[in-house]
T-cell receptor, first 112, second 115 residues
Framework: AQKVTQAQTEISVVEKEDVTLDCVYE???????LFWYKQPPSGELVFLIR??????QNEISGRYSWNFQKSTSSFNFTITASQVVDSAVYFC?????????FGTGTRLTIIP | DTEVTQTPKHLVMGMTNKKSLKCEQH?????MYWYKQKAKKPPELMFV???????INESVPSRFSPECPNSSLLNLHLHALQPEDSALYLC??????????????FGDGTRLSIL
């Protein structure tokens, strides 16, 4: 069975601080894909990144960076110099056969 | 702006009403999904359509009836809903459901309230 754990339910940081959102997953598949989605108050889930199990290279996109470590089954997400617009719920997800397994989400609040 | 469009954005209905939620995408995706999301919870998969055929039904009660008229449209027909069905209903699409690497693209959702 697949499982995604986001242990941080809620995080609050002051604007311009860096923040890391944790994601730990469990799967028996040898090939799998991990995703991060952002859900602002408007409701839409916005796709942020996809990472496959064979690519452990870290990725940076502007203020966002992702650290994938297969040895610890983790796929953490860091926002550098946070902004108020980053306030949202962030979901980590793991691909399965025709389905995504979502974590329970981390609610991030950036305080101005 | 989202490339998956859902209407209506808000819906309030009584338990005896019949209504439909609509979803449209023009990205040429051949897989479409319905999710239900309760407050402070992750989305829960309800249905998957692949090439306009129902591929997955996650044991959803029959008061929810999906329909895929063509490759761009997905409907969810609602009848005799219960108060616990109040939730955010999200539609998503992906290029195909046959490869797990395809990201799903979501609409803004319909916020449904059952009186």
């Amino acid at each position: 069975a697949q499982k995604v754990t986001q242990a941080q339910t809620e995080i609050s940081v002051v604007e311009k601080e860096d923040v890391t959102l944790d994601c730990v997953y469990e799967t028996r598949d040898t090939t799998y894909y991990l995703f991060w989605y952002k859900q602002p108050p408007s409701g839409e889930l916005v796709f942020l990144i996809r990472r496959n199990s064979f690519d452990e290279q870290n990725e940076i996109s502007g203020r966002y960076s992702w650290n994938f470590q297969k040895s610890t089954s983790s796929f953490n997400f860091t926002i550098t110099a946070s902004q108020v617009v980053d306030s949202a719920v962030y979901f980590c997800a793991l691909s399965g056969y025709k389905k995504l397994t979502f974590g329970t989400g981390t609610r991030l609040t950036i305080i101005p | 702006d989202t490339e998956v469009t859902q209407t209506p954005k808000h819906l309030v209905m009584g338990m005896t009403n019949k209504k439909s939620l609509k979803c449209e995408q023009h990205m040429g995706h051949r897989a479409m999904y319905w999710y239900k999301q309760k407050a402070k919870k992750p989305p829960e998969l309800m249905f998957v359509y692949s090439y306009e055929k129902l591929s997955i039904n996650e044991s959803v009660p029959s008061r929810f009836s999906p329909e895929c008229p063509n490759s761009s449209l997905l409907n969810l027909h609602l009848h005799a809903l219960q108060p616990e069905d109040s939730a955010l209903y999200l539609c998503a699409s992906s290029q195909t459901d046959r490869h797990s690497n395809q990201p799903q693209h979501f609409g803004d959702g319909t916020r449904l309230s059952i009186l």
